[in-house]
Structure formats: C-alpha cells, structure tokens
C-alpha cells in the first residue's frame, strides 16, 4: 500500500505562482511513476506531469510545457509541481497519483492517488 498526502494548493491571482508537493508513504513497485493529475468542474481527470523514479525521466503534457515543472526528492519521497504563469484555466482539483513503469497519461494506468488539492486560479 501506498498513501499519498498533496499539499499546496490555494487561491492565486493570474500570472502567479504555486508549488504542490505529495508526499509518499509505504511500499511502491520496483519501478514505479509518480505523476500529476487535474481535474477541473465537468471535466475528464487530465494528466499533467509524471517522473520515473528509477530514472528520473519526467513527462509533461503539452498545455504546461514552459510553465509547470515536476521534481522529485529522493530522500523525502516526495514530488513537485511548479506552477507558475497560472491561468483561470488551471483551476481544477490536483491529484497525486503512483502508478507502474513509466508515465502514461491515462488515469486508469494509476495504483494509488491522493486526496486532491485545489488550486483556484482568479483573473
């Protein structure tokens, strides 16, 4: 089992900045992905980021590329999200999720999620 606690979120003003962090508890797989979801009000659960942990190798979905960065720290099992140049369009509930391998944008790829975080974004 794995448990997944984000942190972060909040109300911003267009153009700022935000950092979510989920922290990871318990056993994962040998190989496993930590990534990224959002879900905004009558809208499909959207991938956003994802690294490999293994590997380090990180995925980001077109629509953030240039604003949002994912990391990770090792020693603190736990992963980043930077958001910056934020949008009303980013407003949606942000989830953590642990799935096998590596990044794949489909939710139903994932094992584990967290409680989701909201991020509101106002113009």
């Known amino acids: 089992q794995v448990q997944l606690v984000e942190s972060g979120g909040g109300l911003v003003q267009s153009g700022g900045s935000l950092r979510l962090s989920c922290a990871a508890s318990g056993r994962a797989f040998s190989s496993y992905t930590m990534a990224w979801f959002r879900q905004a009000p009558g809208k499909e659960r959207e991938f956003v980021a994802g690294?490999?942990?293994?590997?380090?190798?990180?995925d980001i979905t077109d629509s953030v590329k240039g604003r949002f960065t994912i990391s990770r720290d090792n020693a603190k099992n736990t992963v980043y999200l930077q958001m910056s140049s934020l949008t009303p369009e980013d407003t949606a509930v942000y989830y953590c999720a642990v799935g096998r391998g590596l990044s794949d944008p489909r939710a139903r790829k994932y094992d584990y999620w967290g409680q989701g975080t909201q991020v509101t974004v106002s113009s």
């Open positions: 690294v490999a942990w293994t590997i380090g190798r990180t």
